[in-house]
């Protein structure tokens, strides 16, 4: 029996000192490895999701939203999404899943269709931080009134095509 007490003493020194052991190299790790996602390395990141919409949170018409180019999402991820409770369609958003430039068609039954041309630099290179930097405007309004056009936050349109129906006159019954 005088042996099995020194052993337990033994024992639960042996786990302090592979916790004291296990301790110190996760303080190292600590010290010695970058800040990562755990820490607040991505609370400070530049925008990388272009915003199309309304900014007052007024209902558009809008048929349907196509994307064009290597920096578009997939089309199931381009919908127009309101504020849940009083509207339904207010904006949309872009986020680049590449670099490179991606055209976004919005139909419109009440005005002429519109090319949002946005584009993507390249990947955002800050702490944790993901997504492709913006080129150019970050936020476009479509106005609630269809007698005005999408334009940069700024009022420039220099980003914006309006497709015109191809020349075909209604007259000419095609």
Request: net charge negative; aromatic share 4%; hydrophobic share 40%.
């Amino acid at each position: 029996m005088a042996l099995s007490r020194p052993i337990r003493v033994l024992a639960v020194g042996s786990t302090l000192a592979a916790l004291a052991v296990i301790g110190v190299v996760v303080a190292a790790a600590t010290l010695v490895a970058p800040a990562g996602c755990a820490g607040n390395c991505a609370s400070n990141c530049p925008n990388a999701t272009v915003y199309i919409g309304n900014l007052d949170n007024q209902q558009l018409a809008i048929d349907d939203i196509l994307v064009n180019g290597p920096a578009c999402p997939s089309l199931e991820g381009v919908y127009c999404i309101g504020d849940g409770n009083t509207t339904s369609c207010t904006h949309l958003t872009i986020t680049g899943v590449a670099q490179g430039a991606c055209d976004v068609l919005v139909i419109f039954p009440d005005r002429p269709a519109q090319i949002v041309h946005t584009e993507f630099g390249p990947p955002i290179q800050q702490g944790c931080c993901k997504g492709y930097s913006i080129v150019g405007d970050e936020v476009f309004v479509i106005p609630a009134n269809p007698d005005a056009g999408i334009s940069g936050l700024d009022g420039g349109n220099n980003q914006v095509t309006t497709v015109v129906d191809g020349g075909v006159d209604a007259s000419d019954g095609q």
